[in-house]
């Protein structure tokens, strides 16, 4: 019995992983850098996260499944947790599958709604993915914080930011937190739902083979819609205090070493090809 309630109280949310983080190593601590020159401390992070969470209380109802159509961006962390910590679930589409695999991949996980930046759909011509998926409710992330009106910044000043944990949902970790896809190489992309509890796992899992401290700085070019990615490159570092520069391919081989170099990273995390 003893054993039961120090596993149930050691047992959280990736949201809830996210505060213990910031309590840990401190809100002004700059944890992540991405390719726009953007640096982000833990404050920064949680504010956003939290404008997030409150704008996605008007998004489709709790537990619903929200396709996530975003490159690898700073802002793309903070809408992965906003959503987690408003109930719903993110479904990280993968943007290079093509127009019918990413339609596929959203009946697979029943998803309604999609959330996209107009500049990145633009930028990455991402128009026929978006065309495939017009019976979809398609919402921009540019027009969504243009809807972050007055009394929301007061929520969030006042309130949010003063007492974090309040301004979530209660969750339960055995929940789903993510829905990731496979590649579609053997048939139509099938959705992989994975729990709080399986993804804090896996980094428990990393952290004891891998001896990483916050002095550390990774450098993560494969997206989030990939497992590795999101688990590996981006949650550990950001849970363990690691300082963290995204990039937005792994394909730019010749770019991703002068990077490293440069941002004097001590972690690449890639596939083997």
């Not at 339609?103 to 065309?131: D, G, H, M, Y």
Request: glycine share 6%; net charge positive.
């Amino acid at each position: 019995l003893q054993r039961t309630q120090v596993e149930a109280r050691n047992r959280q949310t990736l949201y809830e992983a996210f505060l213990g983080a910031i309590a840990t190593f401190g809100r002004g601590r700059r944890i992540v850098e991405d390719v726009r020159g953007k640096h982000e401390s833990y404050r920064d992070l949680l504010r956003s996260t939290l404008a997030i969470a409150r704008l996605s209380l008007r998004i489709g109802a709790e537990r619903d499944v929200i396709g996530v159509l975003m490159p690898n961006i700073s802002a793309t962390i903070s809408l992965f947790l906003g959503l987690s910590a408003a109930g719903r679930v993110a479904a990280m589409l993968n943007y290079t599958a093509g127009p019918d695999a990413m339609r596929s991949a959203c009946t697979a996980a029943n998803i309604r709604i999609v959330i996209t930046s107009r500049k990145f759909v633009e930028t990455a011509l991402l128009q026929p993915a978006l065309a495939a998926m017009q019976d979809l409710q398609v919402v921009f992330i540019e027009e969504l914080r243009r809807n972050f009106g007055a009394l929301d910044k007061v929520w969030l000043t006042a309130w949010a930011m003063r007492r974090p944990r309040s301004a979530m949902r209660a969750l339960d970790p055995a929940q789903t937190a993510v829905v990731l896809f496979t590649s579609g190489s053997e048939a139509n992309p099938k959705g992989v739902a994975l729990s709080h509890d399986a993804l804090l796992a896996n980094i428990a899992q990393m952290r004891a083979v891998i001896d990483f401290s916050p002095a550390d700085r990774f450098l993560s070019a494969l997206p989030m819609f990939h497992s590795y990615g999101l688990t590996a490159c981006t949650l550990a570092p950001l849970l363990g205090g690691a300082s963290l520069y995204i990039y937005p391919s792994p394909l730019h081989y010749r770019v991703i070493p002068e990077i490293a170099y440069r941002r004097d990273c001590t972690f690449l995390f890639g596939t083997s090809t």
